[in-house]
């Protein structure tokens, strides 16, 4: 007895693999520019229009309207001039607030402003960065995305000079500041700054996204270039010396 082959003539239904990897798109960052001269906002906007990973969201020359636009579309970094036209200490409390409004918010202090204890206020609270308008738009690029990876940037120029910056973990430049037969480093540098606006080496570490053993080895180096024996005589001695 035979037996005819029956065929299956149904489509063949094909499993489903698995779904083709896609590159996860790139958060764009958004930015909020808080100047009192509508041509630096201008010129700021310009700068960044260009970068594919940052979106000014909002531009304000009043603390009154960083505030309003801080709070409606909240911003991962902010470029803020502490000179808004209306005293010094106007920025200083604008960058004040935002730090407590918004506690994941990174501020970039971007100012022609030369008063030192403004600066000092400013790094006291917090602030992540400080530059002087004199800085190439290279550099403030740079600093945007530096601090926008977490890190911080504190321009030389925020002690005085313009335009230069030190960005930490940049270890491999040059030595700089002449100090005798020795010379302080960049990270020296940076550490030293700090140290003048009375931060702890715990607060250092964390600020320049360090551990706090590296940043007790920079302040023995410190001590030991300086010639002193404390802690407390480096900041003393480095201003005497004009360092700092």
Known sequence: MTTDAVLDTRPAVLEPGPAPLLPAPCRTARLLVVDGAGIVRFGLRQLFAGDPQLAVVGEAATPRDALVIADRCPPDLVILDVDLGRGDAAGVELARMLLERHRKVRILVLTGCRDREIMLRTVRLGVHGYLRKGADATDILRAVHTLLRGESVFGAGAGGGAGSMDVPGDEN?????????????????????????????????????????????????????????????IVYTATRQGIV
């Open 173 to 233: 430049r040059p030595p700089a500041r002449g100090l005798g037969g020795a010379t302080l480093t960049e990270r020296e540098n940076q550490v030293l700054r700090l140290l003048a606006v009375g931060m702890s080496n715990r607060e250092i570490g964390r600020r320049l996204v360090i551990s706090e053993a590296t940043v007790k080895f920079h302040v023995r180096n410190l001590r030991d270039k300086l010639d002193v024996r404390r802690r407390t005589e």
